[in-house]
Every structure is written in structure tokens, then in C-alpha cells.
């Protein structure tokens, strides 16, 4: 049995982070910007952390990331 973590950078700052890509919260982009169509892009946690009071200030519920979402994800599930 073993695990495997994804690694890339941040949509939001650019730092390389890891992450369970089954569950990481993300943003949908294309051509630089955010678009329904778009390839999902990973956001890391410190980003999720820096946009959640934007998000509650502006009457948007904040982000809450899947428990496992920065951890390893079982080699079977992928």
C-alpha cells in the first residue's frame, strides 16, 4: 500500500505546494482567467486562509476544505 501527494504551485500566490487532488479546493481557469470552462488550478491553504474574511465581508460563505485536502491520498483512490 502507498500514497501519493500532488504537488504544484498555488493558483493564487504561486508557492509550491502539496495536496490530495481529489479534494483540494480550486479555481477553474482559462487563458488567465478565472472561467467556468477553464482547468482547475489548486489553491493552498495560507491562500484559502487569506480569502475567507474578504469572502465573509463581502456576504460569500468562506472556503472550508475538505478535511484530507493537504494530505496524502491512498494510491488506490486515484
Known amino acids: ?3 501519493a501527494l500532488a504537488h504544484s504551485a498555488c493558483i493564487g500566490c ?16 482559462k487563458n488567465g482567467r478565472e472561467d ?10 495560507d491562500c484559502i486562509e487569506r480569502a475567507n474574511p474578504i469572502r465573509i465581508r463581502n456576504g460569500l460563505p468562506p472556503i472550508i476544505p475538505h478535511p484530507d485536502a493537504y494530505e496524502p491520498i491512498d494510491e488506490n483512490e486515484l
Open 14 to 29: 504561486g508557492r509550491i505546494f502539496g495536496y490530495n487532488p481529489k479534494h483540494v479546493p480550486s479555481i477553474r481557469m
Open 36 to 45: 467556468p470552462n477553464g482547468e482547475r488550478e489548486p489553491v493552498c491553504q
Open 1 to 3: 500500500m502507498g500514497y
